[in-house]
């Protein structure tokens, strides 16, 4: 789907403010280490992350969605009654149910006509969340809509270390989990708008997606336990990209070296190389934030985005992609013209 109508008006991100560096965790897991003869550093010399960021005390899924839709919202110079549609796109939520975005707009006191809704598709939801608001957006359903992210790793984290830190943990089940702790916890949001409503703000264009769901179970996980095949997940992975990256030439006329950013989502320096690699890319157009915050799941590619800005890397024009896989596996890939 491609988009004449829909634009950017407001971006913001949260950085979590406590940093766990690998060499902590490494500390804490030592004798397990020891006990199975594991002297690699997988978590800092391969996968590149030096630390991650976690939040102080009991930080909701929702607190961390609302805190970025406030300043989004801020971003857009807009009040909360205007918005038309609230997608909470985090893989944290707070509960089953109610959704994780009616507690986000009750925080954020959202008008009653706001439709809210969560759309969960792993590390991939905050870009097919900005699919479902520019779509609306297009068709003149609404002005404006709020994509939020909010994640919240710590429990996670607690109990990975426990289970690791186990006598009983087993080579196998530290190869699996290991992947837990790479991640990090952070925020977003985006303010998306009818482009007359924003004059010169960035447009998006749209994008694509493909799929190879027949590699659903190379990931799974729940809120205290992520259990993945890295290897497998990493090859699969890529060869689904480079389908849709030849979508994407096809749909939005990409060629490498005519982008001016690659916004990748941020899992690892392995991926990172391997997309870099596989797409011609000059690594000096990728921002990389990994190695000091982890894998932030969908808030990535956002936070990236938003942190582009701050450092003054986009100008008037530039085309920028956005490349994502989440597991399932689902691939999507699309522009933003700043």
């Known amino acids: 789907m491609l988009f004449q109508h829909v634009a950017i008006a407001g971006l913001a991100h949260i950085d979590a403010p406590r940093r766990l560096s690998t060499d902590e965790i490494n500390a804490r897991l030592k004798p397990t280490l020891d006990r199975l003869g594991i002297k690699a550093d997988v978590l800092k010399d391969i996968a590149g992350i030096h630390a991650r960021r976690l939040w102080d005390g009991d930080m909701l899924a929702s607190d961390a969605a609302t805190l970025a839709g406030v300043k989004a919202l801020a971003d857009a110079g807009i009040e909360p009654d205007r918005v038309g549609l609230l997608v909470n796109t985090s893989v944290s939520r707070d509960y089953l149910e109610p959704s994780t975005a009616s507690i986000v707009s009750g925080n954020l006191g959202l008008a009653e006509h706001c439709q809210n809704f969560d759309v969960a598709n792993a590390c991939l939801a905050f870009i097919n969340g900005m699919d479902i608001a520019a779509r609306m957006i297009e068709r003149g359903e609404i002005d404006y ?29 530290f190869r699996n989990e290991l992947a837990t702790l790479t991640l990090g916890c952070g925020a977003a949001a985006m303010v998306m708008a009818r482009a007359e409503l924003a ?80 797409f011609g890319i000059d690594p ?34 530039d085309r920028v992609a956005l490349l994502g896989i989440g597991s399932g596996l689902n691939c999507s890939m699309a522009e933003v013209v700043w």
Not at 146 to 172: C, N
Request: proline share 3%.
């Open 199 to 278: 004059p010169g703000a960035p447009r998006y264009r749209g994008g694509v997606t493909r799929a190879a769901t027949q590699w659903n179970g190379l990931c799974r996980g729940n809120l205290d336990r992520m259990v993945t095949d890295t290897k497998l997940l990493l090859s699969e992975g890529l060869k689904l990209a480079q389908r849709t990256w030849l979508a994407a030439r096809t749909a939005l006329g990409w060629v490498a070296e005519e982008m001016d950013e690659f916004v990748i989502h941020q899992v690892s320096q392995v991926h990172t190389a391997a997309f870099i690699k596989a």
């Open 284 to 317: 000096k157009k990728v921002l990389t934030i990994f190695g000091e915050h982890g894998n932030i799941g969908p808030a990535s590619v956002p936070i990236v985005l938003s942190k582009l800005r701050e450092m003054g890397r986009l100008k008037k024009g």
């Open 145 to 173: 809509a709020l994509v939020v992210d909010g994640e919240t790793a710590g429990l996670a984290y607690e109990k990975t270390l426990e289970r690791l830190s186990s006598p009983d943990a087993t080579e196998e089940q």
